[in-house]
C-alpha cells in the first residue's frame, strides 16, 4: 500500500447538482490510502463483494481503508444471484452490526454486486452513502455509472430497484490484469454499444483496436474506459431518471434482458446477451428499412471479432417475445425499441412493422447457433 | 357512486416543484368518479389492501375507478405484516399481470398498506405512480402524506425503505365512521404530536374537545386531519429528505418504534407506541431540565385521556434501550432525541445525560403498568 504517492488520477465529473460525484480511473486506485480516504466518508462501512473477487482484492482494500470499522459480505458470483435474497441478507448484515444512517456501502466486484449493494444502500434507512469500486470492465465503462440499482425477477431483468447515486466511482484499472477473457470480451459488448448509439468514431476506433483490447493492452483499456465513462457521465447528467435520451443507453438491451430472463440468468453473462442484443437491433433496423445492409454487416462483425455470441441461440423466439413484453420501456402494452439510423445513431421508437420484429426474432432466436 | 356532483372538496398542496402533489379531504370521496379519475391516470392500477379494509371499501372504490385492469392484492391486517416478504408478494403481483411502468399502485387502507404499498410503487421498475386512499385516523393524519415508505426489520422499524412520493392523497373522511375505537385512539397519537411539536393552539384545542374527537364527530375530526396535514405538507415541502427540521415530526418515535420492535410488532399499534413515547419524551425533557412539571402532566393527561398507554409496559429498559441503538436518528453511535422546551416547541439534541435517559427508562417500561 502506498502513502500519499502524489500521482495524477484521472477524474470525470457526473454533474448532478448537489449530487455530483467524481469517476477516478488510475491503475492501482484500490491501494491508494489518500485517494480513498478523501472519497469514503464513512467511519462504519459495509463491503459487498462476491467469492470470486474478495479473495484477489478484499485484503488490498481492506488495508488502504484502515483504520475504520469494516464489514464484508460475500456473496456467490454470478447474475443468478442477483435477488431479492441476497439484498435481504445484505439489509441483514447492515441491522446486526448496528450500522447507522451515516454508514457507507461499498460495492467491490462487476455489476451484480453493484447492482445488489446500491439498491442496498438505497433501501437502508432510506438511502446511506454508497462507492462503486468496479472490478470488471463492464462495471468500469457501464453498470458503475448513472445509480441504477436493483434485483432481478424470474419474470424480468431489473424490474425491482431503485435510482441511487454513488458517492464515487473508484476505477482501478489494474483489477482487469486478473479479469477472465470471457468476462472482458462481455464488457467490450457495453464499449461498442456506447459507439453503435452515439460515437461513429469510438465505434471506428474499436474495429481498428479490437486486437489491442483483446489482448488486455492497458493504454487501449484505458482509453474505452475513459471515453465510455464520460459518454455515460454527460448522458446522465442531462437525463437522471430517464425521461429521453438516457433510454438510448437501452440499445441491444431490450432483446439482451430477454435472452437473459429466459435463460433464467443462468447461462449468459449479461454482457454477452448486449453483444447479441446490439446484433438483433441492427438487424430490426435493417428490416425497418433504417439501417443499410453494410451498417449492419459491421454490426455483426465487431461483435463476432470481440468473441461475443450474434445469435440467441435456441431460445425461441416466442418466449423471447413473452420475456420482452416486460420490459421497462413497454408503454400502453407495446414494446419500444431503440433502433440505428447509422453507426453512432441511435432513436427509440415504437413504430414498426410487427413482421419485422417477428422476423428478427424468428432469425435471431429461433434455432440453435 | 355519483358522478360529477359538484361538491366543492378541501384541497391542500405539498410544494415539491415538479413532484407537488394534492391532498384531497371530503366525506365520500371513495366513491366520486370524477374526483378519482383526474388524480389517477394510470391505465392499469395495482389496489393493495388488507382482510379488513377491502371487504368494507374495495368494492365501491373499484366501481367509481371503472373502466379500468384493476387488479388487487389483499394482505393479511397489522403492523407484523409489513415485511420485505409482502413487499415480495406485491411486486410478484405486478409482474405476473405484466404492469408496465405506466401502471399505479394504489393504498387502500391504513399505515402498513400505504407503506408497503409505497415501497412497492418506489421499487417496481426503479419506481411507478401511487396514490394513497388512507382509510384510518394514524394514516389521514400523518403516514400517507409525505413520501416515506418502507418495511420493518426484525431489529428495527421502518429500516428498510424509499422516499417516493404520491401522486395524491385522497382522503375519505367517512371511513373513520367503521374505524375501531382503538385506531381511532392511536390515530390521535400523532395529532397530539403535532400539536406538542409545534402548535400550542392545536394542544389546546385537543384538550377542550378531545371528547368530541373520541365520540366520533365528524366536524372536529376533519379539523384535525386539515391541521395535521397542513403542518405535515408545510414541513416535507420544506424538508422532504429529513435533513432537519423534519425530524421533529419523530417526537415520541424513538421511544415508539423501540417500543414496537421490542415487541416484534405484535402487540402494539404505531399509533399506541407513539402515546407512551410522547409522555416518555415529556418525562425525559422534564428531567433535563428543558420542561416544566405542569407541561409535562399535562401531555401525559391528554395522552390518557385518549386511551392511550403512558407507559411502554413491561418491555424493560435495557431492551427498550438496545432497540432504540438502532433508530435511523443515531449519528456517531449516540442516540439523538426529540425533546420539548414546552408545549409547542419541540427540538432535537444528542446533548443530555445518559442517566436522564436511563431513569426514564427505568420509569417508563421496568415494570408492567
Known amino acids: 500500500m502506498s502513502r500519499g504517492r502524489r500521482r495524477h488520477v484521472h477524474t470525470l465529473n457526473v454533474e448532478l447538482r448537489s449530487r455530483s460525484y467524481p469517476i477516478l480511473i488510475d491503475a492501482g ?3 491508494r490510502t489518500a485517494v480513498l480516504n478523501s472519497h469514503v466518508a464513512a467511519r462504519d462501512v459495509l463491503i459487498v463483494s462476491n467469492t470470486t473477487v474478495a479473495p484477489l482484492y478484499l485484503p488490498a482494500l481492506s488495508a488502504a481503508l484502515t483504520p475504520r470499522r469494516l464489514v464484508p459480505v460475500i456473496l456467490p458470483d454470478g447474475e443468478a444471484h442477483k435477488t431479492l435474497g441476497n439484498l435481504s441478507r445484505i439489509l441483514d448484515v447492515l441491522v446486526a452490526n448496528r450500522f447507522g444512517r451515516d454508514c457507507a456501502v461499498l460495492a467491490l466486484g462487476g455489476g451484480v454486486v453493484g447492482d445488489l449493494a446500491g439498491f442496498a444502500a438505497a433501501s437502508y434507512q432510506r438511502g446511506v452513502a454508497f462507492v462503486q469500486v468496479p472490478t470488471t470492465l463492464l462495471a468500469q465503462v457501464d453498470s ?3 445509480g441504477k440499482t436493483g434485483v432481478n425477477h424470474p419474470g424480468g431483468k431489473n424490474l425491482i430497484g431503485a435510482f441511487h447515486q454513488p458517492d464515487a466511482v473508484i476505477i482501478d484499472t489494474r483489477t482487469l490484469t486478473t479479469l477472465p477473457a470471457r468476462e472482458l470480451r462481455a464488457g467490450l459488448a457495453e464499449v461498442i454499444k456506447y459507439g453503435l448509439m452515439g460515437d461513429a468514431v469510438l465505434f471506428a ?4 483496436h479490437l486486437d489491442a483490447l483483446l489482448a488486455g493492452e492497458p493504454q487501449a483499456l484505458a482509453h474505452v474506459i475513459r471515453r465510455s ?6 448522458i446522465v447528467g442531462r437525463d437522471e431518471r430517464e425521461q429521453g435520451e438516457r433510454a438510448l443507453l437501452n ?3 431490450t432483446f439482451g434482458h430477454a435472452i437473459e430472463s429466459a435463460t433464467a440468468y443462468k447461462e449468459w453473462l449479461h454482457g454477452e ?4 442484443g446490439l446484433v438483433m437491433a441492427a438487424a430490426m433496423s435493417q428490416a425497418c428499412g433504417y439501417l443499410s445492409a453494410a451498417d449492419a454487416a459491421r454490426v455483426r462483425q465487431l461483435v463476432e471479432r470481440a468473441g461475443l455470441p450474434a445469435h440467441a441461440g435456441d431460445v425461441g423466439s416466442q418466449t423471447l417475445r ?10 400502453g402494452g407495446r414494446i419500444r425499441l431503440v433502433l440505428l439510423r447509422g453507426i453512432g445513431s441511435a432513436f427509440m421508437t415504437d413504430d414498426y412493422p410487427d413482421e419485422a420484429l417477428q422476423s428478427t426474432l424468428a432469425a435471431y432466436s429461433g434455432a440453435p447457433r
Open 144 to 146: 458503475a455509472v448513472g
Open 322 to 331: 413473452e420475456h420482452m413484453a416486460l420490459d421497462k420501456k413497454v408503454k
Open 205 to 208: 476506433w474499436l474495429e481498428g
Open 251 to 253: 440499445l441491444g438491451h
Open 229 to 234: 465513462c464520460e459518454i455515460k457521465a454527460a
Open 273 to 276: 446477451a448486449v453483444g447479441a
Open 29 to 31: 486506485l484500490l491501494e
